[in-house]
């Protein structure tokens, strides 16, 4: 049985069916009693959880593995493009070291020449990106049983050490991620990632039960509900096309349609975590590229673009104005790392060369921030 509801004055109400008052966030349930499943949105008001958590990653093949991810935030750190060495020194806070790994290219905050990386990519074509997981990350106390690893060292914890997906997956079956900040200024983030290589996708989850992992054929992710809600949502809309919608109201009656794209009606097109993630889903698997490079970059930048915060299209509860600073794209396959920036959408493209992967000191490049335009006359 599925109800769908929401929460009010703390009390579940049954709604008596889904989209009721126009509601399309929702959560799951298992309501273990009565042996049925609830959707139900949670009622945020006067609730110190926070909800502006806004990203969006997801990745495909098309010849090559590409990667990418949009940053939705309402401030910024000195976030550079940041190549790390294989012989650059990661010192973990459990005393391990890497003095030799695989070198890593991504977005990053350098804060006491360590690099926290955003989203990053090996040499081997490994991927992964951290997402806000507000509410719903739970970082645990040490575990003798596991490898103790701090949230903000998980990239480099995977990537420095993993040739692919399933060594990524049998690592942090081992792994438990502890709340230990950076500093005092900058304490844990609670993020969720997803993790991907040619062979396929998956997204960890740390929660009360330690870290859960899941299998992401879909090829995106975003931000809460957990990933599990977001699988289910996507087969909510299972009758989204890209091709005109059917007549099956009346077919008896003539009902011309008004507009093209008739087969996306339905599709949402609001800013919450679930819409995005329907949209950039929807997008990922009725697009195509052809065979340049050019063409399947741009692809992934449409796709992130259709899930963009454009400034002043979303507000804080503060009131501060949360757009997408920037948005990347890994051809993982060949090393090279593109992005583009809220103030200047030409795209920039960096490459992982041979050369660049040795030493022991981190290559740090600045963003292209400033606006570039061609003149046509």
Excluded at 55 to 72: E, I, P
Aim: with cysteine; aromatic share 10%; net charge neutral.
């Amino acid at each position: 049985m599925l109800e769908v509801g929401f929460v009010l004055d703390g009390k579940y109400k049954i709604l008596s069916e889904i989209g009721h008052g126009g509601m399309s966030v929702v959560y799951m349930a298992l309501n273990e009693k009565a042996n049925k499943t609830s959707l139900f949105i949670p009622n945020y008001a006067g609730s110190n959880r926070e909800v502006f958590s806004m990203c969006t990653a997801l990745r495909f093949l098309c010849g090559d593995h590409y990667f990418g991810r949009n940053l939705d935030l309402e401030y910024a750190y000195d976030e550079q493009v940041v190549i790390t060495p294989r012989d650059y020194p990661f010192r973990f806070r459990s005393g391990q070291v890497f003095a030799r790994h695989h070198a890593i290219m991504g977005m990053a905050y350098v804060r006491e020449d360590y690099p926290l990386y955003y989203e990053a990519c090996n040499e081997k074509g490994l991927c992964m990106a951290g997402l806000r997981f507000a509410g719903n990350a739970v970082y645990l106390p040490p575990r003798r049983d596991r490898e103790n690893i701090a949230s903000f060292e998980l990239t480099a914890w995977v990537l420095g050490r993993c040739d692919d997906l399933q060594q990524a997956k049998a690592l942090l079956e081992k792994t438990n991620i502890t709340a230990e900040s950076f500093d005092s200024q900058l304490p844990a983030t609670p993020l969720h990632w997803l993790i991907s290589d040619g062979s396929g996708a998956l997204v960890a989850e740390p929660g009360q039960n330690g870290l859960q992992l899941y299998a992401n054929e879909i090829g995106v992710l975003t931000n809460n509900p957990p990933f599990p809600f977001h699988r289910e949502n996507l087969a909510l809309h299972r009758g989204l096309t890209s091709r005109p919608a059917e007549n099956y109201l009346a077919p008896e009656l003539s009902l011309p349609l008004c507009s093209g794209g008739s087969g996306s009606l339905g599709l949402p097109g609001d800013l919450t975590s679930p819409s995005r993630f329907l949209r950039a889903a929807f997008f990922l698997h009725r697009s195509a590229s052809a065979g340049r490079e050019e063409d399947k970059v741009q692809r992934m930048f449409r796709i992130l673009g259709s899930c963009a915060q454009l400034k002043g299209s979303v507000q804080t509860q503060s009131g501060q104005a949360m757009y997408t600073r920037y948005s990347s794209c890994f051809n993982a396959s060949r090393g090279t790392y593109y992005y583009s920036t809220h103030e200047n959408s030409r795209i920039t493209a960096l490459q992982l060369r041979p050369e660049l992967r040795e030493g022991s000191r981190l290559r740090c490049y600045a963003l292209q921030r400033q606006a570039q335009f061609d003149r046509g006359n």
